[in-house]
């Protein structure tokens, strides 16, 4: 291809379009600053209703030391059940309620499914022991926890752990999952 060659008149034709030109000191670019404000994320309000709202059946049968159980919300379907207890879903938390009262134990186990139903954590491994050491051979526990997460308003289901994760000493747990998380359909 041959280089074109500009005339005279091209040329004064080009510097009077273009006008006077200043030669460049640097090459940065000066942006002039956004004139919107910042976003500013929404505060959520806490939720101070009861989480253990959910109506229980009188008919609930005290639990021993070696008895398993299991859970299931109404209006979920059975196959979610079978997941948690082949361990279909990956352990996203664990607490372990050992050595503490019952008062003790409803306070920090509200207070760390709150957490978890917050962060999108649902499968959860609760540890609270078989209560050898409970009076009658009735764990205390065990049994709170039984009315507790049937009460509970996040509570998918639970069911004892396998043997290698406690047993009839801890839970398997699957909560609701959080609506900032999108809605996953898991059986309901």
């Known amino acids: 291809m041959t280089k074109k060659t500009t005339t005279a ?6 510097r009077a379009s273009v006008g006077k030109v200043h030669s460049l000191t640097h090459n940065s670019v000066i942006l002039k600053p956004d004139q919107r404000p910042r976003p500013v994320p929404r505060t959520k309000t806490p939720d101070n209703s009861d989480p253990l709202q959910n109506s229980v059946d ?24 079978k997941k948690l207890r082949k361990g279909q879903y990956g352990l996203d938390a664990e607490i372990d309620l050992h ?35 409970s009076p009658n051979a009735q764990p205390v526990l065990k049994n709170d926890l039984n009315l507790w997460l049937r009460r509970h308003k996040d509570v998918q289901a639970f069911c004892s752990a396998p043997q290698k994760a406690g047993g009839a000493g801890a839970l398997l747990l699957l909560l609701k999952s959080s609506e900032k998380f999108g809605d996953e359909d898991d059986g309901l």
């Open 9 to 14: 008149d091209d040329s004064a034709l080009f």
């Open 58 to 81: 009188d008919g609930l049968e005290t639990l021993f030391q070696e008895d398993k159980m299991a859970f299931l919300a109404p209006g979920v379907q059975k196959n979610l059940l």
């Open 99 to 133: 050595g503490f009262n019952s008062r003790e134990a409803q306070h920090r186990l509200l207070h760390f499914l709150q957490s978890c139903a917050e962060d999108g954590r649902r499968s959860i491994l609760i540890i609270h022991g078989k209560g050898y050491n």
